[in-house]
């Protein structure tokens, strides 16, 4: 599932970067603009497509490594179900933030911002990881050690300052909603839920 879902997003954006630019805002990036016009699909097909490929590969690099723990713990089916409700959860912390915070402004940064990207569904398969192993050892931009409690409550706490300030090219609501459904999986696992 892991190199399924890899694959899904490599062979989207592939793809998108031949269409028409348009077509990729109006069917591969969630915004409030599209929720309003009933382009309902694209709070999920946000989640396969990303604006440049260093941005792919940050992202499907950090699935490979925790989706392929998670897989193998929980199967392949349980991790295409947290993909999935990450990237929608993501979506809709997404359009609150837009809805409720954004600047009532057009441009970038304004309501109309959109937003697309793995990061939501990567962000919950990561949580999950961390939550279930928060002793283990992460290592940040592949040579930093740092405990993996530690390494998400700063994940944690640059998304919440991402938008305390606003958007800064990095959607950190919709990691925030990736991180919420790690958090309630986890809760689930433990019998809390």
């Known amino acids: 599932m892991v190199l399924t879902l890899v694959g899904a997003n490599a062979a989207v954006h592939a793809l998108c970067r031949l269409a028409d630019p348009s077509f990729k805002m109006k069917h591969f990036a969630t915004s409030l603009d599209n929720f309003k016009s009933g382009r309902l699909h694209t709070l999920l097909t946000s989640a396969f497509t990303h604006i440049h490929l260093d941005h792919l590969f940050k992202n499907m690099s950090s699935f490979y490594f925790f989706g392929s723990n998670v897989a193998c713990v929980f199967g392949p089916a349980f991790l295409f179900k947290l993909y999935v409700s990450g990237a929608l959860t993501g979506s809709a912390f997404f359009l609150a933030e837009m809805a409720c ?36 050892m992460l290592y940040l931009h592949f040579c930093i050690p740092v405990p993996a409690a530690i390494a998400g409550a700063g994940f944690i706490a640059a998304d919440l300052w991402r938008v305390k300030k606003g958007q800064s090219g990095v959607a950190g609501s919709a990691h925030l909603g990736g991180a919420f459904v790690a958090a309630l999986v986890w809760a689930k696992l433990k019998g809390w839920i």
Do not use: D, N, Q, Y
């Not at 697309?116 to 569904?121: E, F, M, N, R, T």
């Open 101 to 136: 915070l954004a600047p009532r402004e057009e441009g970038f940064g304004g309501w109309k911002t959109p937003m697309l990207g793995a990061s939501a569904a990567v962000r919950a398969t990561v949580f999950l990881e961390i939550f279930l192993h928060p002793k283990r």
